[in-house]
């Protein structure tokens, strides 16, 4: 088979790409959707070039596996990349059971719901806090067992302006408190937990929103489950109506929360509550509140991932970390790639350090029921890190010896399994947004690949890197 041949066949797939994609994305081409549209039909026709390379080159695929495994370098990160898969694969299918046999808690009475306290730490938010203070104090949560506090973390705007308008409009309800600097978001919760009176402490970013039943909701598991010591919310994105990238994270939110921390749940081992929306029994939280205030990581005190390093620490106690399906808050995500993977940066940062400190007792009897689930849970993750040099390299290598056949098989490797999580969300939400997984796929692969072995390398570095994106105005949902 000649090129001639080679380039009729690629332009054959081009353009039958091109009209399929056109047709299906017609009616939502718009003045105002340009980029969106854009993407998307880009996102369509580099699956179909992918396809069209990989079947063209298909034959070199072979040979160039079969000279790679003829090396012993080659052989043994084959071996290990192969063993990694399989892994995966059992790891996958353990996880949709779980998943299956997941169910969110129902909310309890109201005689029997617990007294809780709401902590909101806010940094240079603007008039986004008023909004997130307005949805909480809007909760059916039992007024008299409710304290609501919120903490301006020494911002530079006019952040504590609106904290005091809210102040003056809920009264008593609310508690306002000011840090005569900026000192970090978690000492603005080190702060409140000192402060709260409640059985149950919940933490709220000054970005989300909440649903009128969330914190019944959310607050709930405590009352079934005497082991249960913290609880994560359901996270959402808030800005997702136009930008590209919040379309692109809801997809990635969706996965991340109802089906990952679903199964992590019916573990009884989920493995970070996410600062947007979580909850935690006071008596954990104060067990090891010293520890976490004084956090350290190679001598530098951790001023990042407050939440997973909290979630750990719970988990090391021997309690129960569950997921509550039903209790939403919606957040607001980056739109621009910088505040993307600044984000990213952070949280893989975070993962580095707080898989280290997991390792330390996961293998121990932290706990007398099944510890089986989260181990699994934990060698998934640690590999990740631990293979994360060697699988740049090899595709810097792959790059430079096939660069064409790199992009096919890339493109079809992300077309099988993005394909999951397109139909996860278009199952649950009956919508085409599901699609974008498609595009969050290439942009991981291609335009974030670099983070977790950038975050690997500078794990020891402080900063939270993403303030710029606060102050953002955003509508009340």
């Keep these: 088979m000649n090129i001639l041949l080679y380039l009729r066949k690629i332009n054959l797939v081009i353009k039958k790409s091109i009209h399929s994609t056109t047709t299906f994305f017609r009616h939502k081409t718009t003045p105002n959707n340009f980029e969106n549209n854009f993407v998307s039909l880009s996102t369509f026709l580099l699956m179909g070039l992918g396809i069209s390379f990989f079947w063209v080159f298909h034959n070199d695929f072979e040979k160039f596996n079969i000279d790679r495994l003829s090396t012993t370098i080659g052989f043994v990160f084959g071996v290990v990349a192969f063993s990694i898969m399989v892994y995966k694969v059992l790891l996958f299918a353990y996880m949709f059971y779980n998943f299956f046999k997941y169910k969110p808690v129902a909310s309890v009475p109201d005689i029997d719901l617990p007294t809780c306290t709401v902590i909101v730490p806010a940094y240079n938010e603007g008039k986004q806090v008023w909004d997130t203070l307005m949805s909480l ?13 919120a903490i301006d973390d020494g911002s530079k705007d006019d952040t504590w302006t609106w904290i005091k308008d809210a102040k003056e409009k809920l009264g008593d309800r609310l508690e306002i408190y000011k840090q005569p600097k900026n000192k970090g978001k978690r000492h603005a919760l080190y702060r409140g937990f000192n402060i709260g009176t409640g059985d149950v402490f919940v933490t709220v970013d000054s970005d989300s929103i909440v649903n009128i039943d969330t914190l019944k909701l959310l607050v709930s598991p405590f009352v079934h489950n005497p082991q249960c010591g913290a609880v994560a919310g359901n996270i959402r994105v808030l800005n997702n109506k136009k930008a590209t990238l919040p ?73 129960h970390v569950l997921f509550q399906k039903n209790a939403i808050a ?75 056949l790199f992009l096919g098989s890339t493109l079809v490797t992300i077309l099988v399994l993005a394909t999951f999580p397109v139909i996860f969300f278009a199952h649950k939400y009956k919508s085409f947004e599901a699609f974008w997984a498609y595009s969050y796929s290439i942009l991981y692969s291609f335009g974030l690949f670099w983070i977790t072995p950038y975050a690997i390398a500078t794990a020891n570095r402080s900063g939270w890197l993403t303030r710029e994106l606060a102050n953002k105005k955003v509508t009340k949902v």
């Excluded at 949560?141 to 409710?146: I, R, S, T, V």
């Excluded at 991340?256 to 509550?273: I, K, P, Q």
């Excluded at 060697?390 to 290598?397: G, T």
Aim: aromatic fraction near 14%; glycine fraction near 4%.
């Design 330 to 404: 919606y957040t607001n995500v980056p739109e621009e790639y910088t505040g993307l993977y600044k984000m990213f940066i952070r949280w893989g940062r975070s993962n580095v350090r707080e898989n280290l400190e997991m390792s330390k007792f996961v293998f121990t009897n932290f706990r007398s029921d099944s510890k089986f689930g989260v181990r699994l849970l934990f060698i998934s993750q640690f590999s990740k890190i631990l293979m994360s040099f060697p699988f740049l390299f090899f595709m810097l290598y792959f790059v430079l010896i096939h660069p064409l």
């Design 247 to 319: 379309k692109m994270l809801d997809i990635s939110f969706v996965l991340s929360f109802e089906f990952v921390r679903s199964a992590e749940s019916n573990l009884n081992s989920v493995l970070c509550t996410p600062g947007a929306l979580a909850a935690y029994r006071s008596t954990a939280v104060h067990n090891c509140l010293p520890q976490w205030i004084n956090q350290t990581f190679m001598g530098v005190p951790s001023d990042i991932g407050e939440d997973r390093a909290m979630t750990n620490m719970i988990l090391k106690q021997g309690k």
């Design 137 to 149: 104090a809007e909760s059916d949560y039992p007024k008299e067992k409710l304290q609501l506090i």
